[in-house]
């Protein structure tokens, strides 16, 4: 990637504006990407930055047919349950109860699309997870889609529970769920994908990668978007997610102040 060129600009933003702890208030219109592919060249490149690895991707949809977009993941926001992150560190930060699948395969890179099917027959593991999302712009959520696309689709970190085995029979569509912060529900409505059945993103996801000279590997979590919506934690405290069938999820926000103490 040029140095010179607006993708390499905006990682570089966007990576200086998370290690310093602000916000970017107004970025330049000319680092706004062009297009979609474009926003995906900065999130590797911000990643990069990090001196971290892609361990994850998010991936979703906004109804049940609606286009799909995802991001890559890096190693340096990533937990497994239980999790601690600290309150501080983040401006603006929702919390959505997710599941989160792992192929037992890796899908080489490739000039023509894998089939649906070959793809969903290789889902290995299933997991409960908690994507904390956040933003580096000041505007958000009131920022251009692709610039929200670069920002690694506003993501903050990911915590993931233990994995069980993959059940196809599974009810993805609505299962039943809980989601609690200080002991407290913070279920708005039943719990529901967008996306409809999650399954649906994972063969888009893997022909994205591989399309572009990827190698989608099974190591690997893909976090397929919320069925609980967004809550926003104004505190310090404890998040605890369950889906019927599948193990429980913790993650604590924790305080700078609570650390040293």
Not at 49 to 71: E, F, H, N, T, Y
Request: glycine share 10%.
């Amino acid at each position: 990637m040029n140095p010179d060129s607006s993708p390499d600009a905006l990682a570089r933003l966007l990576f200086e504006a998370r290690r310093g702890g602000w916000a970017i208030a107004s970025p330049d219109g000319a680092l706004e990407p062009r297009a979609a592919a474009d926003a995906y060249a900065v999130q590797l490149r911000s990643i990069a930055l990090r001196g971290s690895r892609v361990v994850a991707w998010k991936v979703g949809a906004k109804s049940a047919d609606g286009p799909i977009q995802g991001s890559a993941l890096p190693s340096d926001a990533f937990q497994q349950s239980p999790a601690t992150l600290q309150r501080t560190n983040y401006g603006v930060l929702g919390l959505e109860l997710e599941i989160a699948f792992r192929l037992g395969r890796s899908f080489a890179p490739a000039t023509t699309p894998y089939p649906d099917d070959e793809v969903l027959e290789a889902i290995a593991t299933m997991a409960t997870a908690i994507e904390a999302v956040s933003s580096r712009f000041a505007g958000w959520p009131r920022v251009a889609p692709l610039l929200q696309l670069a920002d690694l689709q506003n993501h903050g970190a990911l915590c993931v529970a233990e994995g069980v085995p993959y059940d196809p029979g599974y009810p993805f569509e609505q299962p039943a769920a809980r989601f609690d912060f200080n002991g407290r529900s913070v279920l708005v409505a039943s719990p529901r994908n967008p996306a409809g059945d999650p399954r649906r993103l994972l063969p888009w996801l893997v022909n994205h990668v591989t399309s572009h000279g990827g190698t989608f590997g099974e190591d690997l979590w893909v976090t397929t978007g919320s069925y609980t919506g967004m809550f926003f934690p104004e505190t310090a405290g404890t998040a605890v997610g369950k889906f019927e069938g599948l193990p429980e999820i913790w993650l604590t926000l924790g305080s700078r102040q609570e650390a040293t103490t």
